[in-house]
């Protein structure tokens, strides 16, 4: 049975099509609760742009830090109201919605040193997936980093893979006029200069994300849009403040490093010491290439009072039991 649908509210608008909330019931007798999901619609212009999104999101199903999309992985065709053709992509609803709107929801839109490391982390954790598969993501940006509240705290995921390419891909995204895959602030100094689809750019886009969240104003705020593909090859890179902790000024470094290579890769930065704080490399479990933080405890114990003596009487006090003061590991 074809489950009944509701239009809920309006999301968005990604790089191709617009994203709506809808609510899916099984029948008006079902007692289950109901299903809301994001659903991305694109009309026949952005057809394919939308079936490269979906194709590389059926590579992705079931990877960590990745949204996933609900049904068979294929598009559903439908007609709109004007009866027009359009398609649609049904994906994983995140209430919290998106990093960009969650750092605007903060004072001074900045994020707590806490929580920036867990979504550096999970961010990285998604990379991992996307190019151990082959891919670059292109478009690495706080609108595209989705937020699903868990618990008392929150899981991030990377979406919008709209203008994804296979590693070593051509792109023809790059114009004279517009030189950047993806979204300008975000881009690389290559991405300039080169019409190449390299896991080092995301590397990039990463590196001014987490600049994003620590000081909460985008890169380059104070360039002019027209300016900024001279400021890249001229060898500029967004300022990094002395303000931040040292850890993360050298991590944001080297995501920022003109010379891509010196980036290193997903999986070398998740091993940063900015991720890893004081963990020990042999706490460190792999899984399927995804490295899990095991935190560590450290027990403190207190020894057992002395026996006391009054006179020549002897009184043996029993000793204390150990007393244990937990200090988690970060």
Not at 90 to 96: C, I, L, P, R
């Amino acid at each position: 049975m074809t489950p009944k649908t509701e239009f809920v509210k309006f999301l968005g608008k990604g790089s191709c099509g617009s994203v709506n909330l809808v609510k899916y019931i099984k029948s008006d007798d079902d007692s289950s609760l109901p299903l809301y999901a994001a659903v991305k619609t694109a009309e026949c212009e952005e057809y394919d742009t939308l079936e490269r999104e979906i194709q590389v999101l059926s590579k992705l199903k079931g990877c960590r830090s990745i949204v996933q999309c609900y049904g068979n992985y294929t598009l559903e065709e439908d007609f709109d109201v004007d009866g027009f053709r359009v398609y649609r992509m049904v994906m994983e609803y995140a209430s919290a919605g998106s990093l960009a709107t969650f750092i605007d929801s903060y004072k001074d839109s900045r994020l707590s040193d806490t929580l920036i490391r867990d979504f550096t982390r999970m961010i990285l954790q998604g990379l991992v997936s996307v190019h151990s598969h082959g891919y670059v993501h292109c478009d690495l940006k706080p609108d595209n980093l989705l937020i699903f509240p868990c618990r008392e705290s929150y899981e991030l995921e990377i979406s919008d893979f709209g203008s994804s390419r296979k590693v070593g891909e051509k792109s023809d995204c790059w114009e004279v006029d517009n030189p950047f895959m993806g979204t300008p602030i975000y881009m690389s100094p290559e991405s300039v200069r080169d019409n190449v689809a390299e896991k080092a750019l995301d590397l990039w886009s990463l590196g001014c994300i987490v600049l994003e969240m620590y000081t909460g104003v985008y890169p380059w705020s104070e360039i002019n849009y027209e300016d900024l593909a001279a400021v890249l090859l001229h060898g500029e890179a967004p300022e990094i403040p002395e303000s931040l902790p040292c850890d993360a000024r050298k991590f944001i470094e080297t995501c920022l490093a003109r010379n891509p290579k010196e980036r290193g890769s997903a999986s070398d930065l998740l091993l940063h010491q900015f991720l890893r704080g004081e963990q020990r490399m042999e706490d460190t479990i792999y899984d399927s290439s995804l490295p899990i933080s095991k935190k560590a405890i450290k027990l403190k114990i207190i020894p057992p009072k002395p026996p006391q003596f009054k006179h020549l009487k002897v009184k043996i006090m029993p000793p204390k039991p150990p007393a244990f003061s937990f200090i988690p590991v970060q």
